[in-house]
């Protein structure tokens, strides 16, 4: 009886070990699962912040297109317009038509952006503003003052500059209303011609209202008239040409860029060239603007 009785207490002593040994498995198994838990929830936390991280970063680069771009310092062949195309550049943008005269114009683009909203305000008051001359290139300039040299263009005045035998005079009489190839502010993109190009139209009527209404704005947009009456703000250069607009931001940049590279090796392959260096024309025109205008921070 007693041998029974010990045969049942060892088999009691070993049934509650296997139970001990199982509720250890279990509570083992149980620790693991949970740190799996922790783990995987740190996973998906750290994974989350990424995700916010990156879609935060996604929405400050949207911002940038609100933010002034820094102009980049210009090359030489930027400054002298020597560029096949505009439309392959990525300083340039096309100008819609609802603010042009025609089709198939370019502008810099931050001139650009500056003038659609000088545009909008001066419709909201009535005046409408139309581009009707912007980017040249090189070429397009050589063919302005090719085609007056050699007489197929008419200059002021109705005469012809054949018929003007000296090389200086006549290159003098062209330079009242026309830039050298080269030394174009047209070439950067920033300079646009308004409405007319005829001085005699911003005296009376429209013209008159449209161009008290520049003067009085454009400067808020940036932009400012550089070629003045000569007088007191310029004694130099060309004639006034109450037409012609500068956004000065970015054209001061590249007019300080001009005067620190270019010079007059740079101006030639165009009728008359020599005489860009006999009448100094880097310093008596493309740097002879309106005092007011250099007053822009850029």
């Not at 198994?29 to 922790?38: E, K, P, V």
């Not at 609802?98 to 502008?107: I, L, N, Q, V």
């Not at 000065?248 to 030639?268: C, G, K, N, W």
Request: hydrophobic share 35%; charged share 20%.
């Amino acid at each position: 009886m007693a041998r029974k009785n010990k045969k049942s207490n060892t088999s009691k002593r070993l049934l509650l070990l296997v139970i001990v040994l199982a509720v250890l498995l279990v509570v083992s198994r149980t620790c693991r699962l949970t740190g799996n838990g922790r783990e995987e929830a740190r996973f998906f936390e750290h994974n989350k912040t990424e995700e916010i991280q990156l879609s935060e970063s996604l929405d400050n680069s949207n911002n940038f297109s609100d933010q002034p771009m820094q102009t980049i310092q210009p090359d030489i062949p930027t400054l002298l317009g020597q560029i096949s195309s505009p439309s392959a550049s990525p300083l340039f943008t096309p100008i819609e038509i609802k603010y042009a005269s025609r089709e198939g114009m370019y502008m810099h683009k931050e001139a650009y952006d500056a003038f659609v909203k000088m545009h909008q305000h001066a419709l909201n008051e009535g005046v409408e503003l139309k581009i009707i001359s912007a980017f040249r290139t090189f070429n397009h300039q050589k063919r302005i003052w090719d085609n007056k040299w050699e007489g197929r263009q008419v200059l002021s005045g109705n005469i012809h500059a054949t018929s003007i035998p000296d090389p200086l005079e006549r290159a003098l009489e062209i330079l009242r209303f026309s830039a050298m190839p080269g030394t174009s502010r047209h070439h950067w993109g920033t300079d646009i011609d308004i409405n007319s190009l005829n001085n005699t139209y911003f005296t009376s009527g429209r013209g008159l209202r449209e161009f008290q209404w520049l003067q009085e704005n454009a400067g808020k947009y940036g932009f400012c008239q550089p070629y003045t009456r000569k007088g007191d703000t310029r004694n130099a250069g060309y004639e006034e040409e109450k037409w012609h607009w500068s956004y000065m931001p970015v054209a001061s940049i590249y007019l300080q860029a001009y005067s620190d590279s270019v010079t007059y090796r740079h101006l030639e392959n165009f009728m008359g060239w020599e005489t860009a260096h006999q009448l100094d024309v880097i310093k008596n025109y493309v740097l002879s603007i309106d005092k007011s205008c250099l007053t822009f921070q850029h």
